[in-house]
T-cell receptor, first 115, second 113 residues
Framework: NAGVTQTPKFQVLKTGQSMTLQCAQDMNHEYMSWYRQDPGMGLRLIHYSVGAGITDQGEVPNGYNVSRSTTEDFPLRLLSAAPSQTSVYFC??????????????FGPGTRLTVT | QQQVKQSPQSLIVQKGGISIINCAYE??????FPWYQQFPGKGPALLIAIRPDVSEKKEGRFTISFNKSAKQFSLHIMDSQPGDSATYFC????????????FGSGTQLTVLP
């Protein structure tokens, strides 16, 4: 199993550009989520999904869109990049049926810089 | 609004010593309290977790202590090793309607050889 994979690993954008961060998991997990990690602020939840076709907002959703058309994939779209979105982005997944939803498996991250 | 407060921000411990990281929370809806470990350039990974009906949980050299009345919990790393050097995050999970994992700000642990 590859676990949770994210692409790209690094990305530089100019202000106003849009892009999609890709996330895929092969563990058949129902729950998937996106976090951003900034120094001194831990990880903050952007959006999450409990299954295909179901998404919800986390703590910091503004400027980001998500969709979940399949169990495996959960892409994160930046609509119009801003310097404040410079961060490391992590995708994670977990099993709802395991009783351990808090046990989230994280991908390797995407380091995004917006100039 | 930081719902989970973590301290210290950084910690330096000698090999063989005890590392202690503390967290406090406000939201009584939280019902799971996991700790995650993150090495540089990697995503966080679950280390150990506890439910609020248990006061202590031990796995190897790692122990969580939980004080429900004070809304505080802590991670103790016994016999700390240089390989334990990493960033540690406490977290709290609401498995009810919110289903969200809320992280503390992280503690960078350095264990000196």
């Amino acid at each position: 199993n590859a676990g949770v994979t994210q692409t790209p690993k690094f990305q530089v954008l100019k202000t106003g550009q849009s892009m999609t961060l890709q996330c895929a998991q092969d563990m058949n997990h129902e729950y998937m989520s996106w976090y951003r990690q900034d120094p001194g602020m831990g990880l903050r939840l952007i959006h999450y999904s409990v299954g295909a076709g179901i998404t919800d907002q986390g703590e910091v959703p503004n400027g980001y869109n998500v969709s979940r058309s399949t169990t495996e994939d959960f892409p994160l779209r930046l609509l119009s990049a801003a310097p404040s979105q410079t961060s490391v982005y992590f995708c994670a997944s977990s099993s709802l049926s395991s009783g351990k939803i808090y046990e989230q498996y994280f991908g390797p991250g995407t380091r995004l810089t917006v100039t | 609004q930081q719902q989970v407060k973590q301290s210290p921000q950084s910690l330096i411990v000698q090999k063989g010593g005890i590392s202690i990281i503390n967290c406090a929370y406000e939201n009584t809806a939280f019902d799971y309290f996991p700790w995650y470990q993150q090495f540089p350039g990697k995503g966080p990974a679950l280390l150990i977790a506890i439910r609020p009906d248990v006061s202590e949980k031990k796995e190897g050299r790692f122990t969580i202590s939980f004080n429900k009345s004070a809304k505080q919990f802590s991670l103790h790393i016994m016999d700390s090793q240089p390989g334990d050097s990493a960033t540690y995050f406490c977290a709290a999970f609401d498995s009810g309607s919110a289903r969200q994992l809320t992280f503390g700000s992280g503690t960078q642990l350095t264990v000196l050889p």
